[in-house]
């Protein structure tokens, strides 16, 4: 039978009656004959609990300190999930990310890991026993406790995955799968059986929440085959969730589209009147980096008379701190005319590996956003995806319609 590696977030933990029910369904997948490693998360809200005590006591705990107080979470839900399945009858054995080992650089509160060691995991594999892993952490060289930084959990999983060398890697939410865009606003949206590493990750980036990025990154680095299931289905009506893959694995000719992604925290910045000069750009953007903001989408329109508009987009929690650095440091340094700001925009993308064979994908994106009245400030495109900014207020309708425009209600052929 299959070696699977199963991770549950923090609603799958909330409770011990939700613990509970992980460990029945834990229970049953050992009970096929499979060998299973389960990660878990904190409960939902330990983390941040934790955190918020932390800073009652200081303003700015030191990283180090933080990370050994945070990690005791997740060593709260390995212990609980233990005992609940060996009242069950089903020998498991619970790790901290430390004595795995998960190793990991010193970057405390968002460490990267660097290997993981499987000779304690294989033996207990080899004895029977379910191996429950803390997610979210690790140790560096030093032995001093890191964490991942916030969805650390599921990089736990799928490093894990990739290190033994498992059939699959399944991450257990509160959704059963990865859908065409979010059923809050759409209610025709489909789950899709499977999608492909590359798409995942546009998706992941662009706005949707079933997945951390760095996770993504990895599986599709190492290989790892993932999927998307729902920890709350009933016994006896689980589905088989979303499926992430390599495009080889999915047989049937891709759809143009796979999915509809948005993300409201998002601000536009334009430095009017720049002088038309090589190197403005960076002059510009290098103080924006050098203060760790994050740039999105790009536009430097064509200049005419000496001087060129320069338009970016941040994340909204950025905006003011943008915003403040163009108009004090850069617009004097650079002679800029002035800065105008927008913190009332939105990111709609279509995403899909389709895109490769299939023209004429933004012009009917183009067309459908027009015929709403939608106005674009913005397009950004890559091989297989077009993001473009609205107004925030059209971000519903923006969906809905791009949504039906490619027909993604309908189930493939």
Known sequence: ???????????????????????????????????????????????????????????????????????????????????????????????????????????????RILDI???????????????????????????????LGRGGSDTSGVAL?????ADECQIYTDVDGVYTTDPRIVPEARKLDRITFEEMLELASLGSKVLQIRSVEFAGKYKVRLRVLSSFEE?????????????????????IISGIAFNRDEAKLTVLGVPDRPGIAYQILGPIAEANIDVDMIIQ????????D?????????YARAKKMLEEEIKPHIGARAI????????????????????????????????EGINIQMISTSEIKISVVVDEKYLELAVRVLHKAFGLEQAAA
Not at 301 to 308: I, S
Request: charged letters at 25%.
């Open 161 to 165: 995955a990739a290190a033994l060398k």
């Open 1 to 111: 039978m299959a070696l699977i590696v199963q991770k549950y977030g923090g609603t799958s933990m909330g409770s011990p009656d939700r613990i509970r029910n992980v460990a029945r369904r834990v229970a049953r997948w050992k009970a096929q004959g499979h060998s299973l490693v389960v990660v878990v998360s904190a409960m939902s809200g330990e983390t941040n609990r934790l955190i918020a005590l932390a800073r009652d006591v200081s303003p700015q705990p030191d990283a180090r300190e933080l990370d050994a107080m945070v990690a005791t979470g997740e060593q709260v839900t390995i212990a609980l999930l233990a005992m609940a399945l060996k009242d069950m009858g089903v020998p498991a054995k619970s790790y901290t990310g430390g004595q795995v080992p998960v190793r990991t650089d010193s970057t405390f509160t968002k460490a």
């Open 235 to 255: 016994e006896g009506k689980e589905t088989l969730g979303t499926l992430i893959t390599f495009e080889d694995d999915i047989k049937m000719e891709q759809p």
């Open 310 to 318: 320069f338009s970016f987009t941040v994340n909204r929690s950025e």
């Open 340 to 371: 105008e700001g927008d913190n009332h925009i939105c990111k709609v993308s279509g995403v899909g590996v389709g895109m490769r064979s299939h023209p004429g994908v933004a012009s009917t994106m183009f067309r459908t956003l027009a015929e």
């Open 301 to 308: 329109n064509v200049g005419h008379d000496g001087t060129t």
């Open 117 to 147: 060691g499987d000779s304690n995991i294989r033996r207990d594999l080899d004895e029977g026993t379910v191996v429950i892993v803390a997610g979210f952490q690790g140790i560096d060289a030093d032995g001093n406790i890191t964490t």
